[in-house]
């Protein structure tokens, strides 16, 4: 009865190390053409949007080489080379963008 017992335990195992290979790999190939971060923010950190535009309003904090209340240029944030467009904008104003200037994009 002991060899039934191993065998059958030995199976499960097997099963149940097969069924997490395969749900490992199926997760892994779910997140292989996305872009990181999903989602980014319209402004840097600190900035306000200006409504109706792809603009936005430095404050106190984090505004680099801008003066507060001065408008940065048109933003785009929602494609790959916008991206790039505003994370070289943001190293040359010296302006942290969570999600821009921390990924390698520039």
Do not use: H
Not at 6 to 35: C, D, E, P, R
């Amino acid at each position: 009865m002991d060899q039934f017992k191993k065998t059958v335990l030995m199976i499960a195992l097997t099963i149940f190390l097969g069924m997490l290979l395969i749900m490992a790999l199926i997760i892994k190939n779910s997140y292989k053409n996305q872009i990181f971060p999903p989602e980014v923010a319209q402004c840097p950190d600190y900035w306000e949007p200006i409504q109706g535009s792809k603009k936005c309003k430095a404050t106190a904090n984090n505004k680099g080489t801008y003066s507060q209340g001065a408008l940065s240029k048109e933003l785009e944030y929602d494609t790959p080379t916008g991206r790039i467009e505003n994370c070289n904008w943001a190293r040359d104003n010296k302006v942290n963008w969570d999600g821009i200037t921390n990924q390698n994009l520039c």
